[in-house]
């Protein structure tokens, strides 16, 4: 039996990495404000630094918040709840976050409300829709679902409840780096800045790329026992049928091992200098004009090898996502997390799916990373069914979904 809203809104927060961010949202679709801090500190160190990430966090909290609210152009007295990301994260991180939210919930008197960051990601898809009379993406049943980012590479099956949640089965993960983390260490390597997944992005499209140089990687793992998966790259079955598991440390050593084997280093460690000097390190290759004077620095075989290591990447998610898909018998599949923005993936995902006869969603690019409107959206079902977070709330660094 669901409650009755007062106005349908609630404040979402979310601080598990180094986002900071806090969003409004009504009825878990209509986003009102999204307000996203991004810690670009980390640019300077080539990844996130857990302690700097848990002071960024504390020093851009409140302003955030408050200009969530305002952007919204709604008060504390408005809202239904307030939505808090409990996990899975960085432990320092998502404890300015929580114990935000359980002070303000206890200053308001509104409900706190715990989600897991993998199930706001999901749900990011059902902002997706700008018509309320559109189905919701995830109401087919069951419907697969792909969460994709820099921590995390997860296929779940999800079933919607007679309460309007959902549940998850886990039905396929990366063994080793999340598909973001190999963007990133790759791009690293080849001395692109941080985040370096929409860096590759935007240079993938200047390359061609070779199929030839990283060919799929089998995974063969045993069904049962605790014994560590082994991934081969000459194996050519997985022992267990109903998992659909990915791999994409080898895609790293291969790049490393092509950089090597092709002399490179000198011209990465000149193109690194020469992107800080010029200010393009902390530049965002979404702007033409940084992308086309970045360009200026690279050399057909390094694009080339950018676009043979995405196409790489993409085809190892799409196989392994439809086959999934094929084997569940999945109605739907929607795709989320970080890397979800990138193109190639969204175009080849599209026309897959368009083949296999299956309604397919995504993000906006701009909820696709972390955000906090999909934490308020999650959490919409769950003010529905009135499920509270205790006041004994903690961060879980390592929560699972499914
Ligand atoms: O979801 P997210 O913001 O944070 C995590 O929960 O991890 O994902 C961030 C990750 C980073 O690894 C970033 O490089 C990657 O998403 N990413 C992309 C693109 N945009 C962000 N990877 C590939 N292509 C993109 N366009
Ligand atoms: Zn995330």
Same mark, same amino acid.
């Given at each position: 039996m669901n409650a009755t809203p007062n106005s349908g809104l609630i404040l979402g927060i979310e601080s598990s990495c180094d986002e900071t961010s806090a969003s409004i949202v009504r009825n878990?679709?209509?986003?009102?404000s999204n307000v996203v801090a991004s810690q670009l500190i980390h640019g300077n160190y080539g990844g996130v630094v857990p302690e700097l990430a848990s002071r960024e966090h504390l020093r851009n909290i409140l302003p955030v918040v408050h200009e969530a609210l305002s952007r919204a152009a709604v008060? &504390?007295? %408005?809202?239904d709840a307030i939505a808090v990301t409990e996990g899975p994260g960085l432990a320092g991180a998502l404890l300015v976050g929580i114990t935000f939210a359980k002070a303000l919930a206890l200053g308001t008197g509104l409900p706190l409300i715990a989600v897991n960051h993998l199930e706001g990601h999901i749900h990011a898809?059902?902002?997706?829709?700008?018509? #309320?009379s559109e189905p919701w993406a995830l109401d087919p049943e069951p419907s697969l679902a792909l969460v994709v980012s820099g921590g995390h590479t997860h296929l779940y099956l999800a079933t919607p409840t007679p309460q309007g949640t959902y549940t998850y089965r886990n039905v396929g993960k990366t063994l080793d780096d999340a598909a973001g983390e190999a963007y990133d260490k790759v791009a690293k390597l080849l001395?692109? #800045? &941080? #985040?370096g997944g929409p860096w590759m992005d935007a240079l993938a499209t200047h390359g061609t790329p070779d199929p030839a140089l990283f060919p799929f990687t089998q995974i063969k793992q045993k069904a049962t026992g605790n014994t560590a998966p082994k991934l081969s790259r000459e194996a050519t079955h997985t022992d267990d049928p109903t998992r659909f598991d990915l791999s994409f440390s080898g895609l790293k050593t291969a790049v490393r091992r092509y950089v090597e084997l092709h002399h490179l280093q000198p011209s990465i460690t000149a193109r690194e200098a020469a992107l800080r000097a010029e200010g393009l390190a902390t530049g965002k290759p979404s702007n033409p004009q940084t992308l086309t004077a970045a360009l200026t620095h690279f050399d057909a075989q390094t694009l080339n090898l950018i676009a043979s290591f995405q196409n790489a990447v993409v085809k190892n998610l799409a196989r392994q996502t439809f086959a999934a898909a094929a084997h569940f018998g999945a109605r739907a599949i929607s795709v989320s997390g970080g890397v979800s923005a990138n193109s190639q993936l969204r175009a080849t995902f599209t026309s897959m799916a368009a083949q296999a006869g299956l309604p397919i969603a995504f993000p906006q690019v701009a909820l696709s990373? %972390?955000?906090a409107a999909m934490i308020a959206a999650a959490a919409w079902p769950k003010w529905q069914s009135q499920t509270f977070a205790p006041n004994t709330l903690e961060p879980t660094p390592q929560l699972r979904l499914g």
């Open positions: 878990g679709r209509e986003v009102l008060t &504390y007295a %408005d809202l898809v059902l902002m997706e829709s700008t018509t #309320p001395g692109l #800045p &941080y #985040p990373t %972390d955000n």
